[in-house]
Nanobody, 126 residues
Framework: QVQLQESGGGSVQAGESLRLSCVVS????????VGWVRQAPGKEREGVAS????????YYFDSVKGRFTISMDKAKNTVYLQMDTLQPEDTAMHYC???????????????????WGQGTQVTVPH
């Protein structure tokens, strides 16, 4: 069973950066996606970015393109989300998630994942 543990959230000023980390354990397969999903208060969960573990292809949603970068260190079983130029609209609980079913060669929505971490809060005050 896949387990995901996030870290790295916090409160920063607009224009600053944060890096989120997600340690992945309990997965012995060779084809999976790991990504980030966020949920702001009163809103539905939305996809942010994802990466394939078998080709390191990356996918981003329009709201973060050019500002966020997802990457993976296979030796550490860790996926990172580098978030630059943060804005107040990025304020949300950010969840690391994994998909171990059939591959989808597109940005992953919340419904596409089958394992979740507990989340880490990112706050960017107005």
């Amino acid at each position: 069973q896949v387990q995901l543990q996030e870290s790295g959230g916090g409160s920063v000023q607009a224009g600053e950066s944060l890096r989120l980390s997600c340690v992945v354990s309990g997965y012995s397969g060779s084809r999976a996606y790991v990504g980030w999903v966020r949920q702001a208060p009163g809103k539905e969960r939305e996809g942010v970015a994802s990466i394939s573990t078998f080709g390191l292809s990356t996918y981003y949603f329009d709201s973060v393109k050019g500002r966020f970068t997802i990457s993976m260190d296979k030796a550490k079983n860790t996926v990172y989300l580098q978030m630059d130029t943060l804005q107040p609209e990025d304020t949300a609980m950010h969840y690391c998630a994994a998909r171990t079913r059939s591959p989808l060669f597109r940005p992953l929505q919340s419904r596409d994942y089958d394992a979740w971490g507990q989340g880490t809060q990112v706050t960017v005050p107005h």
